[in-house]
Nanobody, 129 residues
Framework: QLQLVESGGGLVHVGGSLRLSCVAS????????LGWFRQGPGEEREGVGY????????KYLDSVKGRFTISKDNAKNTAYLQMNSVQPEDAGVYYC??????????????????????WGQGTQVTVSS
């Protein structure tokens, strides 16, 4: 069964850190580019960071640059989103999604959400001031 499972969400204070994980099963992340997305209440789902299948290229939403870092450990078939200096606007449900192929991070950034092949179920991030 092809599956993505996110974890690591929770309550974080403003300025704090969280690390989200996305574990893939039933397929290898080696062959997929990956994006992290978030969706706040009543908001559209937006991409915050992308990483190519090889892990060689990354791209971030401007508002998270310098604070969030996306990485992959293909041996563990797991991707991560390290969130530092978390702000209230970072709250929401965070999803990982994958796109088959060797697209670079910039191409992944430009793709509509509907182009992604598989999505996880999401993990909630709540930011407390």
């Amino acid at each position: 069964q092809l599956q993505l499972v996110e974890s690591g969400g929770g309550l974080v204070h403003v300025g704090g850190s969280l690390r989200l994980s996305c574990v893939a099963s039933g397929f290898s992340l080696d062959y997929y580019g990956l994006g992290w997305f978030r969706q706040g209440p009543g908001e559209e789902r937006e991409g915050v960071g992308y990483i190519s299948g090889s892990g060689e290229s990354t791209k971030y939403l401007d508002s998270v640059k310098g604070r969030f870092t996306i990485s992959k450990d293909n041996a563990k078939n797991t991707a991560y989103l390290q969130m530092n200096s978390v702000q209230p606007e970072d709250a929401g449900v965070y999803y990982c999604a994958v796109k088959y192929g060797r697209s670079g991070a910039s191409a992944l950034f430009s793709m509509p959400n509907s182009d992604y092949d598989y999505w996880g179920q999401g993990t909630q991030v709540t930011v407390s001031s």
